[in-house]
Structures are given as structure tokens and as C-alpha cells.
């Protein structure tokens, strides 16, 4: 058990305009009983018990409620932690003023260790990764959590 965290990326599949209708073919052989696939979901990132990175998503996309639920994440929300986390890279004295470690069931430690550190840098590869989508914009990014 313990704090696992999910960045999704969520690319909804319209009959509208020519991608989506070669998508859709693509997915032809995956209906099921006539049903069509309408959504394509990936994995854009992944975390376990990086509880300074899950309490900034709930405070700053969660609005303060942590309730294991997926909350929409703009562009904008990931190019700012991407930017808090190089702060912290670059000045590791400002770890906990900027991006405090936070205490719970199955949470993991709240240290500012080589843990920690190495969850910066995982966060980072993660956002540089989701940043570098071709055609971003079709994408809806999500994130979510569960201990």
C-alpha cells in the first residue's frame, strides 16, 4: 500500500476531422459488440510515495481536496512545477519553502533526501516528456492519486 500518483493523458477521438477518422479506423478492430472506442487514454506519468510533488497537485489543481479523484491539469500548471522543480534543483536550500514534503497514511517519508531529490528529477522527465507531445493541444492532461 501507499501513495501512488498518475499523470494521464486523454486524447478524445472526433468524427469531425480527418485525424480522428484515421484514428478511428485504426481502432476498428477494437469495437465490442458495436461499441467504438471514443477515447484514447496513456500513461504520462507515473509516481510512488512523492508526496511533495502530490501535495503541490493538491494545491494548486485540487484546490486544496485531496480525495483521490482525477482533476484536470493544464499546460500552464505543469510548466510552472516543472519550473519550481528546477528552482529546487538548482537551489536545494529552498526544497522546503518551495515544495514541502506533506505526512500521510502510506505516504512515505517526508525527508529531504536522495529520495526526495530523485523525485525532483523523475518529475522532470516526466513534464519534459508530456511537454514534447507533438499536437499537445489534442491531448486533455489529468491527474490522480491513490493510497
Known amino acids: 500500500m501507499g501513495l501512488d500518483m498518475y499523470l494521464t493523458a486523454k486524447r478524445y ?3 469531425f476531422d480527418d485525424d480522428g477518422k484515421a484514428l478511428r479506423e485504426k481502432l476498428e478492430d477494437l469495437k465490442v459488440n458495436g461499441m467504438e472506442v ?3 487514454s496513456y500513461e504520462a506519468g ?3 510515495k512523492a508526496n511533495h510533488i ?3 497537485f493538491v494545491d494548486n489543481v485540487q484546490k486544496g481536496v485531496d480525495n483521490c479523484g482525477e482533476y ?3 499546460v500552464e500548471d505543469l510548466e510552472k512545477l516543472l519550473a519550481l522543480v528546477n528552482e529546487v534543483l538548482s537551489h536545494t536550500k529552498k526544497a522546503e519553502e518551495l515544495l514541502p514534503t506533506s505526512t500521510g497514511f502510506f505516504f512515505g517519508s517526508a525527508l529531504y533526501d536522495e529520495g526526495y531529490y530523485d523525485d525532483l528529477i523523475h518529475t522532470k522527465g516526466i513534464i519534459e516528456n508530456v511537454l514534447s507531445i507533438p499536437d499537445l493541444r489534442k491531448y486533455d492532461l489529468y ?4 493510497w
Open 13 to 15: 477521438i472526433f468524427d
Open 38 to 40: 471514443k477515447e484514447i
Open 46 to 48: 507515473y509516481w510512488r
Open 54 to 56: 502530490h501535495k503541490w
Open 72 to 74: 484536470l491539469v493544464l
Open 143 to 146: 491527474y490522480s492519486s491513490s
